[in-house]
Nanobody
Framework: QVQLVESGGGLVQAGGSLRLSCAAS????????MGWFRQAPGKEREFVAG????????LYADSVKGRFTISKDNAKNTVYLQMTGLKPEDAAVYYC??????????????RGQGTQVTVSS
């Protein structure tokens, strides 16, 4: 079992930055592909970014490419999502998730409770 706890969300003005963290316990993250997802009210959950087990490969949704950066510190068992140039449409609950399959999997084995990101215009 892996427990995932997100933090770092909050209120930021458009154009601002936030760094989300996802701390894991129970298992080492080096054995998992990690992803960040988001869900806004009335919308489906969408994939934001993913990173490979060793951290050498990443994948981003087109909507965040060039603005968001996912990284992983296996020593700290933590995954990060650095968000810059935030837009009102980035507002959502952000979740991290872990998978044993791949970055592009649709099957994520574990998911955190989420952290709220609000962007004011």
């Amino acid at each position: 079992q892996v427990q995932l706890v997100e933090s770092g969300g909050g209120l930021v003005q458009a154009g601002g930055s936030l760094r989300l963290s996802c701390a894991a316990s129970g298992r080492t993250l080096s054995t998992y592909y990690m992803g960040w997802f988001r869900q806004a009210p009335g919308k489906e959950r969408e994939f934001v970014a993913g990173i490979s087990r060793g951290g050498s490969s990443t994948l981003y949704a087109d909507s965040v490419k060039g603005r968001f950066t996912i990284s992983k510190d296996n020593a700290k068992n933590t995954v990060y999502l650095q968000m810059t140039g935030l837009k009102p449409e980035d507002a959502a609950v952000y979740y991290c998730a872990a998978s044993i399959d791949s970055i592009t999997t649709t099957r994520w084995d574990y998911r955190g409770q989420g952290t709220q990101v609000t962007v004011s215009s």
